[in-house]
């Protein structure tokens, strides 16, 4: 039995293309987050909401600081912050009854991965031009070339495989210990779910933004020449 069949069952078809339930609850998680910022825009929050917002803002702004210069922190704060909020509640939905979290599909992870791989070099090429970008490749020697490259496809695939792996592997040992203990131990093991949920969230985000700051980092060749510069 493969991944399609056992977790991304077939919801219904638009023509020869399969909607499945992983893409349906993204599409509600999406929804949700929209629904949530256009309700706040409209409506004035709450002093304690909107203390809490402002709090989870500062948090990540914070863990953003603590790995890039604080010229790049604004710039790539609202890609990253949506990274780490949407896979946190991808995570969770699993603790939904009928439901299952998106993340333990493959393909979901795989375009998360494959989001973080373009976002890197978006953030790179725009904060440095594609010239001077891709030509950290060849550094020190064109002969690393072939290994810079594949160790950009191998990051990309451990990161989906990471998430995949650790999200299924929740939901199958907190169904195995549901099937022999019954319902007499939920609440631990819902703790124990949200925990590794926030856990799983937090390393998808710093390993993306750890990507994210190889690139923005300047190359050996461009510290030398800024080294020349100085008086």
């Known amino acids: 039995m493969n991944n ?9 078809q638009i023509g020869p293309l399969a909607i499945s339930t992983t893409v349906v609850t993204t599409w509600g998680v999406m929804l ?3 629904l949530l910022s256009l309700l706040l825009r409209v409506s004035r929050p709450s002093s304690r909401l909107q203390n809490l917002l402002e709090a989870v803002v500062v948090a990540i702004e914070g863990a953003i600081a603590e790995v890039l210069p604080p010229t790049s922190v604004r710039r790539v704060l ?3 912050a949506s990274l780490w909020l949407f896979v946190l509640v991808a995570n969770l939905v699993g603790l939904i009854p009928e439901l299952h979290a998106p993340t333990r599909d493959l393909s979901a992870t795989a375009a998360l991965a494959v989001l973080v791989f373009g976002s890197t070099h978006w953030f790179g ?3 440095r031009g594609w010239r001077r970008h891709f030509r ?3 550094e020190p020697s064109v002969i690393l070339l072939p290994f810079h490259i594949i160790s950009e496809f191998t990051r990309t695939l451990a990161l989906a495989i990471r998430l995949f792996g650790n ?8 169904l195995l210990v549901l099937l022999i203990a019954g319902f007499l131990v939920p609440v631990p093991l819902l703790m124990l779910h949200v925990i590794e949920a926030v856990v799983q969230a937090y390393i998808f985000g710093m390993l993306a933004l750890i990507y994210i700051a190889g690139a923005l980092e300047p190359t050996e060749s461009e510290e030398s020449a800024m080294s020349k510069e100085q008086p």
Not at 4 to 12: G, R, W
């Open 4 to 12: 399609t069949e056992s977790v991304a069952d077939s919801v219904f």
């Open 32 to 34: 949700g987050f929209m």
């Open 78 to 80: 609202p890609f990253v």
């Open 125 to 127: 090429i725009r904060d």
């Open 136 to 138: 950290h490749y060849a």
């Open 167 to 174: 999200i299924i592997s929740l939901e199958m040992a907190a």
